[in-house]
């Protein structure tokens, strides 16, 4: 009976060092399993980064190419404007031209009426030299004519290349802006899924048994968590999106 109960007892005291060896080496695995939610978070947080950062350099370089383009444009339109005083000349010396020659049409309708057919030998030798200076007036208001035609066409052709390059650039930047919008569009989205992150994780580190757990307080700390207002300063360096 004694060796029975012997080999009871002995079989006790073994499973208990069996079931405190256990316990003892599980501590670690315990506390690292209590960190794991915020270790998982972090590198969610961290995923998230990687996908961010990325339209974040294509934000700036579509901000930096817009403006860029506004200058373009602005320099276009100044450009454009400036032609307006040449225009006004333009339009000036056109009705200078064109009074000149109704003055001129008239003048030849005139001479028509009294010179044609028959005249005396006096009107005759006085037609003849009207005639001479209608000729010349004639070459004048031609010559005239020719330098406004040269104008006309510079002028025509700038303000079309001016205007071409203005809606070229306006598409550009309309375009510019599409593309922006959109990588706003997905970096929002991105920066919410960390906010949302950030949250879980305020509520992790702020528990009881995870602020106790040595792991999950290095973890913490790591992303700059903040005991005392409950909250992080450097969980990540993404910058938040424009509103």
């Given at each position: 009976m004694r060796r029975y109960f012997h080999k009871i007892h002995y079989a006790i005291k073994i499973?208990?060092?069996?079931?405190?060896?256990?316990l003892l080496s599980a501590a670690p695995a315990l506390a690292q399993n209590r960190a794991e939610p915020i270790r998982q978070a972090?590198?969610?947080?961290?995923?998230?980064?990687?996908?961010?950062?990325?339209?974040?350099?294509?934000?700036?370089?579509?901000?930096t190419q817009h403006e860029?383009?506004?200058k373009d444009y602005d320099a276009t339109d100044a450009q454009l404007k400036a032609l307006q005083p040449r225009l006004d000349r333009y339009n000036a010396d056109l009705a200078k031209y064109e009074a000149s020659l109704a003055?001129?049409?008239k003048r030849v309708d005139a001479y028509n009426a009294k010179c044609s057919g028959t005249v005396p030998q006096h009107k005759y030798r006085a037609c003849l030299a009207e005639k001479g200076e209608l000729a010349g007036r004639k070459i004048e208001?031609?010559?005239?004519?020719?330098?406004?035609?040269?104008?006309?066409?510079?002028?025509?052709?700038?303000?079309?290349d001016k205007?071409?390059?203005l809606s070229a650039i306006a598409k550009e930047m309309a375009a510019n802006l599409a593309a922006w919008e959109k990588a706003q569009a997905e970096y929002k989205v991105i920066f919410a899924?960390?906010?949302?992150?950030?949250?879980?994780?305020?509520?992790?580190?702020a528990a009881g048994d995870q602020a106790k757990d040595p792991f999950a307080v290095r973890l913490c700390v790591g992303?700059?968590?903040?005991?005392?207002?409950?909250?992080?300063?450097?969980?990540?360096?993404?910058p938040p999106p424009v509103k």
């Open positions: 499973a208990g060092l069996g079931v405190a060896g256990v972090i590198a969610e947080v961290r995923a998230e980064e990687t996908k961010g950062k990325p339209l974040v350099q294509r934000m700036a370089q579509l901000v860029q383009k506004k003055e001129y049409s208001l031609d010559s005239a004519k020719t330098v406004l035609e040269t104008e006309r066409q510079a002028i025509e052709g700038e303000l079309k205007s071409a390059k899924r960390i906010e949302a992150i950030r949250k879980r994780l305020a509520e992790l580190c992303v700059g968590w903040d005991g005392d207002k409950k909250e992080f300063a450097a969980l990540t360096d993404l």
